[in-house]
């Protein structure tokens, strides 16, 4: 079972490349999906989250407001590391029963693990590849706010607050430009594709 991870800076065009993967026959497994079900209201994730930063990032409802959750740890590095330290072990837990799964259901599936914080947490796990979604930070940025109306200052903090361009290329086995016009990027995703065999024999001799 080839096991790959795809990363990539906020509005990089991540997805557009997990979705193709997954149209050329992957099985995505998506980190931000994972992190959602492991923080659902009643687990022990959301328990450990409130007993730390406040019975108030809690809605009615008791599921988890994300964005008091934010406000609790944005621009704090401790307040983000207390959260990683509960959030990302149930996350790894979680994504190694689904790469399980998958395999069980099907031998020779190529797994995706779509993981933006891959350079922040998961960086040395065993990958079979690692694929890197680039954009210049400027054209995320402007991406952000047109796209996402996102505020000039909130767009720029937001990628402040990830690793930079270069640490996350240092990662990348394959990187795929995503600031070319969209037929461009997704061509480069068929070939990566089709080329996936040649790419993780090779890195699996450079490795030996």
């Given at each position: 079972m080839p096991l790959l991870a795809l990363t990539g800076g906020?509005?990089?065009?991540?997805?557009?490349?997990?979705?193709?993967?997954?149209?050329?026959?992957?099985v995505v497994v998506d980190a931000d999906a994972i992190v959602r079900d492991v923080q659902r209201p009643g687990?022990?994730?959301?328990?450990?989250?409130?007993?730390?930063?406040?019975?108030?990032?809690?809605?009615?409802?008791?599921s988890l407001d994300r964005a008091a959750l934010a406000g609790r740890t944005f621009g704090d590095a401790a307040a983000v590391e207390r959260m990683n330290a509960i959030v990302h072990p149930a996350v790894r837990?979680?994504?190694?029963?689904?790469?399980?799964?998958?395999?069980?259901?099907?031998?020779?599936?190529?797994?995706?693990?779509?993981?933006?914080?891959?350079?922040?947490?998961?960086?040395?796990?065993?990958?079979?590849?690692?694929v890197v979604a680039h954009a210049p930070a400027e054209t995320r940025r402007r991406r952000?706010?047109?796209?996402?109306?996102?505020?000039?200052q909130e767009a720029t903090a937001r990628i402040a607050a990830q690793v930079t361009d270069d640490e996350r290329l240092a990662l990348a086995d394959v990187v795929v430009d995503t600031a070319v016009p969209l037929a461009d990027t997704l061509s480069q995703v068929d070939r990566l594709w089709q080329e996936l065999p040649r790419l993780i024999a090779e890195k699996k001799a450079a490795r030996r």
């Open positions: 906020i509005a990089s065009g991540k997805s557009t490349i997990s979705r193709r993967l997954s149209h050329r026959g992957a687990s022990p994730v959301l328990a450990a989250l409130a007993d730390d930063f406040g019975g108030d990032i809690l809605r009615e409802d008791g837990e979680e994504s190694a029963r689904r790469f399980a799964e998958a395999v069980t259901a099907d031998p020779a599936a190529v797994v995706v693990y779509d993981v933006p914080l891959l350079a922040e947490a998961r960086a040395d796990d065993p990958w079979d590849l690692i952000l706010i047109e796209l996402r109306g996102f505020t000039e």
